[in-house]
């Protein structure tokens, strides 16, 4: 029986909360929320732009960087406002990037809106996991301080709300879970793996045995296919190599049943003639390496812009240090002065400081160095 989920990590710092699901030490899900990017679940108030060729959609404006699509039977005229619902935030870089999923929200823009413009946040995470999971949740921890009051104040009297003091995300191994998360091999028990592949149409995941009887290793496979979905949050259509043996039609079942417990909806169809099962999984916001990593792969330079200013902070209050100098690639720093500057301001009121930013033009994208000021 897998374990149930009993306790909720929130870590904020500049610009960013982090979000974190654990059943004892096991990492069942991980949220970002980024202050400068879209969130899947707020209510924008829009501006239809143009009709997209082919299908029954619309382009809405909504201030990001890339017009969503809303599906709509009967689109409205050109420039009707119209509220939507962010469903997937928009994704992929700059030069290919895809515009959020939109649906239409049952809310009225008030007369005083600006189109466009955020009508309502998010739904907070930790609220989702309580409604969730009710009594199960036996901890609440949060860091720095002031987050841990604001989710008192959110929740009331007699949450289990806990402060804590230093880097939450790495003394409870989630910093560890997400790395393993962005990586694209998964241990298994016996000592095979998988390997998950991503593709600009499907996610593919192959099933090594290694030195374990195969059998064995597809009972682990789906058990850890299941783990690995929800935890990366990748969606989408998916098909697992599954090694073939005398139970490979049982599979597919044994597969659902693993996914029963993720709150996002997943559909197994079956097998495929070729033996591989084949399952679907409902997007909801950006998977795990979308919202942290380039197309390439390696950490976005927003990603790193973010880190940096986590450690800088740190680094200020550990050393007791009136500032701190940055060294960073032109584009993190160029980041940082432009779109993240609310979260370099948040960063410099943290450290009470100044947080002197160089860019290095011989550091590569992930590299940066700090020093007390």
């Known amino acids: 029986m897998r374990a149930a989920p009993d306790t909720i990590l929130v870590s904020r710092s500049p610009g960013e909360t982090r979000y974190a699901l654990l059943a004892g030490e096991q990492v069942i899900e991980i949220v970002h929320r980024r202050d400068a990017e879209l969130q899947p679940g707020a209510v924008y108030a829009g501006r239809i732009t143009a009709r997209v060729p082919g299908v029954n959609a619309v382009f809405v404006e909504i201030g990001d960087g890339a017009p969503g699509v809303l599906a709509v039977k009967h689109p409205p005229p050109l420039g009707t406002a119209v509220a939507v619902t962010v469903i997937v935030p928009a994704r992929g870089d700059t030069s290919n990037q895809k515009g959020a999923e939109l649906k239409a929200a049952e809310l009225r823009i008030p007369d005083t809106a600006k189109v466009p413009s955020l009508l309502q946040a998010a739904p907070e995470p930790v609220t989702a996991w309580l409604t969730c999971y009710d009594q199960g949740i036996a901890r609440i921890v949060a860091t720095p301080r002031r987050e841990a009051q604001r989710l008192r104040t959110l929740l009331g009297p007699g949450a289990p709300v806990e402060d804590y003091d230093g880097d939450l995300f790495a003394a409870e191994g989630v910093d560890e879970a997400i790395e393993a998360g962005l990586a694209p091999l998964v241990p298994l028990p016996s000592g095979g793996s998988l390997i998950i592949e991503h593709t600009a149409a499907i996610i593919a995941i192959d099933i090594n045995s290694g030195p374990a009887d195969p059998g064995i290793a597809n009972g682990e496979a789906v058990v850890a296919v299941a783990a690995e979905l929800r935890r990366r949050n990748i969606a989408g259509h998916i098909l697992v190599d599954i090694i073939p043996g005398r139970r490979r039609a049982a599979w597919p079942r044994l597969l659902a049943e693993a996914l029963s417990d993720d709150p996002v909806p997943a559909r197994v169809t079956g097998l495929t003639p070729l033996g591989m099962i084949e399952l679907t999984r409902q997007r909801l916001g950006l998977s795990l390496r979308e919202m942290l990593c380039d197309a390439d792969g390696g950490l976005s330079a927003a990603s790193v812009a ?55 033009t011989d550091f590569t994208r992930t590299r940066f160095e700090l020093r007390p000021a």
Do not use: C, F, H, S
């Open 306 to 360: 973010y880190k940096l200013l986590r450690d800088a902070v740190r680094l200020a209050v550990t050393e007791k240090a009136a500032g701190v100098a940055a060294g960073a690639a032109p584009a993190v720093v160029a980041l940082l002065q432009g779109t993240l500057r609310p979260a370099l301001e948040e960063a410099r009121d943290m450290v009470k400081g100044e947080i002197a930013l160089n860019a290095r």
